[in-house]
């Protein structure tokens, strides 16, 4: 009986460690392949890719921040991260993780 009990917990510990050697190799993929695909300024058009959004609603969040700190004169939280270059708008990659780190924390809506 001890024998069934010690190779039934090697199994398990065996299965344990694949699947979490896989989920770690898989993680690190999918990383990988972000950084591949997107540098470290992305378009709209990249935006709304990485953000699984269409170009209109990275484009409306863009315009309702600007408005409320127009009307306002100040703005809470973080903004949308971007800069234009000649009329063309980008957005910083790494800023845009913080962005969507705060504003999920912050339960912020846009209508």
């Excluded at 024998?3 to 090697?10: D, Y």
Aim: charged letters at 20%.
């Amino acid at each position: 009986m001890k024998t069934f009990s010690i190779s039934n917990l090697i199994s398990a510990i065996i299965i344990a460690a694949s699947i979490l050697g896989g989920c770690y190799l898989l993680k690190d993929n999918h990383q990988a392949e972000d950084a591949s695909k997107y540098g470290p300024l992305m378009s709209i058009a990249e935006t709304a890719d990485y953000l699984h959004l269409s170009e209109d609603e990275i484009t409306t969040i863009i315009t309702l921040e600007e408005t409320v700190l127009e009307s306002t004169g100040t703005y809470t939280g973080k903004m949308f991260p971007y800069f234009k270059i000649n009329n063309e708008i980008y957005v910083s990659r790494d800023e845009l993780a913080a962005w969507i780190k705060e504003t999920a924390t912050q339960r912020k809506q846009y209508q």
